[in-house]
């Protein structure tokens, strides 16, 4: 796993330092965020590896209870990582937090729809308004430009 988090960080790195990673005019470049987690997770990863060289773990990794929590958290990330270019960013994050909310929080339904509508509004608020950085766009987040530029 060590491997895998290095080779991950390895790429990271690698793409940020294809954009400029520096500090610029105006803040911080494309590349800025991404060059330093990159240089993170590798360090991390380093880490792992030195204490499982130190403290070597006998026995078995995870049993079958473990793995479902484990996919149960997994299956959701993915299904938000496929919807999200047909959605947009703003409701397939909002309707993943309402699922984790029902699912894993055990919170109600007004409760649930509060936190993942909730959250993506001042996610929109902050990216879209407040920077002008436009995440991955769908049909909500078009029409509510649409009502933006007609005010």
């Not at 988090?5 to 990673?21: D, E, K, R």
């Not at 990330?77 to 047909?86: D, I, K, R």
């Not at 649930?112 to 987040?141: D, H, K, M, N, Q």
């Amino acid at each position: 796993m060590a491997g895998l988090l290095a080779a991950f960080a390895a790429v990271v790195i690698y793409g940020s330092l294809q954009l400029a990673s520096g500090w610029g005019d105006t803040g911080p470049q494309a590349g800025y965020f991404p060059l330093r987690l990159g240089v993170l997770l590798l360090a991390v990863s380093l880490l792992l590896v030195v204490h499982a060289v130190r403290q070597p773990v006998d026995g078995q990794f995870a049993d079958g209870t473990q793995l479902r929590r484990v996919f149960s958290l997994f299956g959701p990330t993915v299904v938000l990582a496929l919807a999200a270019p047909f959605l947009g960013f703003y409701l397939a994050s909002a309707l993943f937090l309402l699922y984790m909310c029902r699912a894993h929080g055990g919170f109600g339904w007004g409760r649930s729809l509060l936190i993942g509508f909730g959250t993506a509004v001042v996610l929109y608020a902050v990216f879209e308004l407040w920077f002008g950085v436009p995440l991955a766009r769908g049909p909500l987040e078009d029409w509510l430009d649409t009502l933006r530029s007609a005010a």
